[in-house]
T-cell receptor
Framework: GAGVSQSPSNKVTEKGKDVELRCDPI?????LYWYRQSLGQGLEFLIY????????KSGLPSDRFSAERTGGSVSTLTIQRTQQEDSAVYLC?????????FGPGTRLTVL | GESVGLHLPTLSVQEGDNSIINCAYS??????FIWYKQESGKGPQFIID?????DKRQGQRVTVLLNKTVKHLSLQIAATQPGDSAVYFC???????????FGTGTRLKVLA
């Protein structure tokens, strides 16, 4: 499809395990965002990639969170030693200008 | 999929009535505003946008009003339909930056 895709759609893990969430942006979009959406909360900015520039990681909540974007396309968000408070929907968006196009999200549940 | 925002403020409207959803934005330097619709289990979907040099913008069945004096944004949906049931939230940004500030959202329920 032509939209942003994310995988997996749902992930259930045990506290302390590591997880990897994947985002495939729209082809040609140079900007990629990761957000976290918790129940009753707005979207929380995590990290921003733009072309070959250094990413803005200012929204990552702790050093357990990291993200990569390989070849200016696919991105992976990694959460190490997951905690119950990491449970949320993780959304990815890509953009060529001001408009962001969102993927369907990955629902992460940490037991 | 399971919904996000189960504890959000909820607006219930009768099918066919008009809906008005409000948003207070925070940054007086913001010059670009977007309304998103998020259905259960899906990512946010762009509905309509407005720039700060406008007070009003109309789309198909939707109108966005911007009041910069009080930093208020509203989304009006005409002749609300069952398919409009979703969580709606606003976003603001300064077009010179890439960061967006998102509101917490309002759940719209359309009653048959």
């Amino acid at each position: 499809g032509a939209g942003v895709s994310q995988s997996p759609s749902n992930k259930v893990t045990e506290k302390g395990k590591d997880v990897e969430l994947r985002c495939d942006p729209i082809s040609g979009h140079t900007a990629l965002y990761w957000y976290r959406q918790s129940l009753g909360q707005g979207l929380e900015f995590l990290i921003y990639f733009q072309g070959n520039s250094a990413p803005d990681k200012s929204g990552l909540p702790s050093d357990r969170f990291s993200a990569e974007r390989t070849g200016g396309s696919v991105s992976t968000l990694t959460i190490q030693r997951t905690q119950q408070e990491d449970s949320a929907v993780y959304l990815c968006a890509s953009s060529l200008g001001t408009d962001q196009f969102f993927g369907p999200g990955t629902r992460l549940t940490v037991l | 999929g399971e919904s996000v925002g189960l504890h959000l403020p909820t607006l219930s409207v009768q099918e066919g009535d008009n809906s008005i959803i409000n948003c207070a934005y925070s940054n007086s330097a913001s010059d670009y505003f977007i309304w998103y619709k998020q259905e259960s289990g899906k990512g946010p979907q762009f509905i309509i946008d407005i720039r700060s040099n406008m007070d009003k913008r109309q789309g198909q069945r939707v109108t966005v009003l911007l009041n910069k004096t009080v930093k208020h944004l509203s989304l009006q949906i005409a002749a609300t339909q069952p398919g409009d049931s979703a969580v709606y939230f606003c976003a603001e940004t300064n077009s010179g930056t890439y960061k967006y500030i998102f509101g917490t959202g309002t759940r719209l329920k359309v009653l048959a």
